[in-house]
């Protein structure tokens, strides 16, 4: 059964910190990591990695794959406010369905 | 990516109703799927809805309680049959429209069974 644990489960940071998300996984046949944002009900795609070293960037998020090591790191730095929400990471395994993690909750405090 | 919406937006509904969730995409996609969010809980794929047949359920869901239909690429609705308190969820319909499953989330539905 294909499995994905974030860390932390929870994060409180002050405006401007720097904070990295952690996304481990076990699964068949990878195909794809992805992360998603989810601020109320529908998570909003951020990112799709499928090699191991190459570094997406938006703005002040990055994240980047280990296929060796079986993880992803998901950086926001400058956080802000607007940052505050659940970050989901999910992987593309069997059959091609998504498997989601249970999320990282980080808050930014002023 | 394509626009999904979904409605409604949220309900509150009395055990052993019914309710219908209506998904919308602004474009044909090939791939639409059902997602539920229980409180405090991630995702978990209910079903993934095929065009002109039968929807394929995850382990753990079937066709009687969650009835799935997908007349056309671009609109698909859930289900949720005789209600109790624990379907109280977020039910969220997804289309991918790329080889690597990319997948785009609808704005949910919250529903609420008393």
């Known amino acids: 059964e294909d499995k994905v644990v974030q860390s932390p489960l929870s994060l409180v940071v002050h405006e401007g910190d720097t904070v990295t998300l952690n996304c481990s996984y076990e699964v068949t046949n990878f195909r794809s990591l992805l992360w998603y944002k989810q601020e109320k009900k529908a998570p909003t795609f951020l990112f799709m990695l499928t090699s191991s070293g190459i570094e997406k960037k938006s703005g002040r998020l990055s994240s980047i794959l280990d296929k060796k090591e079986l993880f992803s790191i998901l950086n926001i730095t400058a956080t802000q406010t607007g940052d505050s929400a659940v970050y989901l990471c999910?992987?593309?395994?069997?059959?091609?369905?998504?498997?989601f993690g249970t999320g990282t909750r980080l808050q930014v405090m002023l | 990516s394509a626009v999904i919406s979904q409605k409604p937006s949220r309900d509150i509904c009395q055990r052993g109703t019914s309710l219908t969730i209506q998904c919308q995409v602004d474009?044909?996609?090939?791939?639409m799927f059902w997602y539920r969010q229980q409180p405090g809980q991630s995702l978990t794929l209910i079903a993934t809805?095929?065009?002109?047949?039968?929807?394929?359920?995850e382990s753990g869901f079937v066709i009687d309680k969650f009835p799935i239909s997908r007349p056309n690429l671009t609109f698909s609705t859930l289900t949720v049959s005789n209600m109790s308190p624990e379907d109280s969820s977020i039910y969220l319909c997804?289309?991918?429209?790329?080889?690597?499953?990319?997948?785009?989330f609808g704005p949910g539905t919250r529903l609420t069974v008393l």
């Open positions: 474009s044909q996609v090939t791939m």
């Open positions: 997804s289309h991918s429209g790329s080889t690597y499953n990319e997948q785009f």
């Open positions: 809805a095929n065009q002109g047949s039968e929807a394929t359920y």
């Open positions: 999910a992987v593309d395994g069997t059959a091609s369905k998504l498997t």
